[in-house]
């Protein structure tokens, strides 16, 4: 009877001996994540240099066919650009400095200051008399007055937006150097948008141009996101130290890991999240006009409002926050500060919160400006030049004014993620509670 006992026992002791312990399991998945990150961010680096290389090779290309065929006269094309572009560095730190001293009055002038340029840049392509003036002329009227119409609808946020900046930003005060890092990254975005100004000057009266325009117009986007998101991760990690009561970090070496170990995930997530962004935005605006009617025409709203809250979590500007703290991937730290977010009951804050609007209209004012700028100057040498030359100028104030913008936004995420971590925390008043106790019955 032993002997058949220890023959039933005897398999499945060997069978135990096989199996792996529960913390091998765990360690060998986070290992194959950590793999499959690395993956991912040493990819994401890699296409993103690839593509300065090829957009590199292109605007060598299109310029001397260009020169050689005529295509552009440089007197009338460079001196409005290159002048336009320098000129929104000051813009951009004009800004940046009212947004420290003097937050709501800011906040008041982007709200009625970027319909107002919009406007008039609108106005001088009318001027024009081309097809392509006027088509970017209706463009224009149209967002003008759609920033009129949000300016008014917000109206009632922009105390309490005021006030959390001027909390936000106080987490700074004391670090050192993050104006100079934001005059490298103002810097670094000139030296690139000279380079594009060329390849894109170019692209008249060439076969392919206008994929050739679209190819150039996103490569700038991605790269002047990317400059601003190194800043955006570096300066929320500083700011992330102050609201935790962690160990100060100093912000040299936050830029040096964040152009370093960090590169890859700032690659993925400043291709990510302004397409997310964007498709929340419209899924707002389409919910906004759906309201509670049944017609066909709207009966994918809400469908579409799902799709793009789902998306959103997985990539935010909230999670640069700990992809500088935590050196995770975009993904990871956009699903993870969204969970923190609903946990402590703070999406419709966050839903609400005009951090980005103010950004996004102090840019628009900036780029409406430089386009008024160079459009004026083509506009007197040679009219032909004045839409193409509106149209560049203002894509590159405005990508310029946002590289600046990352300060105060990056601090407005690190507080609000920083809450998130811990609400009762002694750094925090009631500033956030009370915010949301006003939200609730607006969102019953």
């Not at 919009?118 to 097809?131: E, I, K, P, R, Y």
């Not at 105060?408 to 507080?415: G, L, T």
Request: glycine share 6%.
């Amino acid at each position: 009877m032993e002997e058949r006992e220890q023959r039933v026992i005897a398999p499945s002791r060997f069978a135990r001996t096989n199996q792996i312990a529960p913390t091998q399991v765990e360690q060998t998945h986070t290992h194959q994540k950590t793999r499959t990150r690395e993956f991912c961010s040493n990819l994401f680096v890699f296409l993103f240099f690839l593509h300065l290389l090829l957009i590199f090779i292109l605007t060598i290309i299109l310029t001397v066919h260009g020169l050689r065929n005529h295509h552009i006269r440089p007197n009338h094309w460079y001196p409005p650009l290159l002048t336009s572009s320098l000129c929104s560095v000051p813009v951009a730190f004009a800004w940046l400095v009212a947004l420290h001293r003097h937050p709501p009055k800011t906040i008041k002038a982007a709200f009625w200051l970027g319909p107002f340029l919009t406007f008039a840049a609108s106005v001088l392509l009318l001027a024009t008399d081309t097809n392509g003036g006027l088509i970017a002329a209706a463009f224009g009227i149209i967002f003008a007055l759609a920033q009129s119409l949000y300016a008014c609808w917000v109206n009632r946020r922009r105390d309490y937006a005021a006030h959390v900046l001027a909390l936000s930003l106080s987490a700074t005060q004391s670090a050192a150097g993050i104006t100079q890092y934001v005059a490298f990254a103002l810097l670094a975005g000139i030296i690139y948008s000279t380079i594009w100004i060329s390849g894109v000057g170019n692209t008249a009266g060439i076969r392919f141009s206008p994929i050739y325009v679209v190819a150039l117009f996103i490569s700038l986007a991605w790269t002047m996101y990317v400059i601003r998101n190194v800043l955006q991760v570096s300066i929320a990690r500083v700011a992330h130290a102050h609201f935790t009561d962690r160990v100060a970090v100093d912000t040299r070496v936050a830029i040096r890991d964040a152009v370093t170990g960090l590169f890859g995930s700032v690659c993925l997530g400043s291709a990510l999240v302004p397409v997310t962004g964007l498709l929340r935005g419209l899924a707002r605006a389409m919910n906004l006009c759906a309201g509670d009617v049944d017609e066909f025409m709207f009966s994918c709203a809400r469908c579409y409002m799902g799709v793009a809250d789902r998306l959103v979590t997985y990539g935010n500007r909230w999670g640069f926050v700990h992809v500088g703290v935590y050196d995770e991937g975009i993904v990871r730290t956009s699903s993870h500060t969204w969970e923190l977010f609903a946990r402590a009951g703070m999406v419709p804050l966050i839903d609400s919160d005009l951090t980005g609007s103010i950004c996004f209209l102090c840019g628009v004012a900036g780029g409406a400006l430089s386009a008024i700028w160079a459009g004026s100057w083509a506009f007197v040498v040679h009219r032909g030049y004045a839409t193409s030359a509106a149209v560049c100028a203002f894509w590159i104030g405005y990508f310029m004014n946002r590289i600046a913008l990352s300060w105060p936004q990056a601090c407005v995420s690190a507080y609000h993620v920083a809450y998130a971590e811990n609400p009762r925390s002694h750094r925090f008043d009631s500033t956030i509670p009370d915010r949301i106790r006003a939200l609730q019955p607006s969102q019953a």
